[in-house]
């Protein structure tokens, strides 16, 4: 019987709690939990509101093993509950700049804004190389990544991000088209014997500075 968690954790819980999952027990996740998680993902904010993130969730036998094969070989792939593969669209903007105004106007965006935003976005975008435009992708999806990541902990599961895998493998096993760019995957489960240990993290002063580099933040 698959568990739902009924008392959600606070945020800070959850990530105090995290650890990335060495090992899933495999018990299915109900569909209602993991919209609630793809949910979260949807509501991350992103460049001009533009949703450049796409996501393949992947829960059946077949399908995990093929991704399981692009990706190193983890095993957690194929024991998660579900992985989800982030991907980012190159050419999300292109196809989506009129809904993403559409949406926008219906919500109370002024007209100025989004006469503006019709030609700033294409003038902003257009001109990325491939590489920048990887940059961009990876800097929205990972938003809409991690939120995910902390409501399914929220929720009581447990978590495993991947960067371990082939991209051109990932693109085969899942039939995707060639403006993706697969950005990370998100195993999510309930964690099969003992945690990982917690590799700490490094002191405030090694990695925050204030005003300038160099300054210690008091
Ligand atoms: C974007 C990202 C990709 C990662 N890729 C992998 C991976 O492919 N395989 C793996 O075993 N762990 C992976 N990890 C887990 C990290 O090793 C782990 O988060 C780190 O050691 C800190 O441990 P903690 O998350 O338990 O605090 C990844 C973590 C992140 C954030």
């Not at 819980?13 to 209602?32: K, M, V």
Request: aromatic content about 10%.
């Amino acid at each position: 019987m698959a568990k739902t968690a009924k008392h959600e954790k606070s945020l800070s819980q959850a990530i105090h709690e995290r650890r990335a999952t060495p090992s899933f027990d495999g018990t299915p996740i109900p569909p209602e939990d993991l919209r609630k998680i793809l949910e979260a993902g949807l509501s991350a904010p992103s460049g001009y509101n533009m949703q450049p993130w796409r996501f393949i969730v992947v829960q059946g036998d077949e399908q995990r093993r093929r991704l399981r094969a692009a990706s190193y070989n983890q095993a957690k792939v194929e024991e998660a509950s579900a992985v989800i593969v982030a991907c980012g669209d190159a050419d999300g903007w292109r196809k989506d700049l009129d809904r993403m105004l559409y949406q926008g106007l219906e919500g109370g965006m002024p007209e100025s804004y989004a006469d503006q935003a019709r030609n700033s976005v294409p003038n902003y975008l257009s001109h990325f190389s491939r590489d920048e435009m990887h940059g961009w992708l990876n800097k929205m999806v990972m938003i809409a990544f991690t939120h995910m990541m902390l409501m399914a902990e929220v929720m009581g599961y447990d978590t495993a991000p991947m960067e371990g895998f082939e991209q051109e493998k990932v693109h085969e096993a899942l039939r995707l088209p060639m403006s993706y760019w697969v950005v990370a995957l998100l195993g999510v489960g309930h964690l099969k014997g003992p945690d990982k240990f917690s590799g700490g993290r490094f002191e405030m002063g090694h990695t925050v500075f204030s005003e300038e580099f160099g300054k210690p933040l008091k």
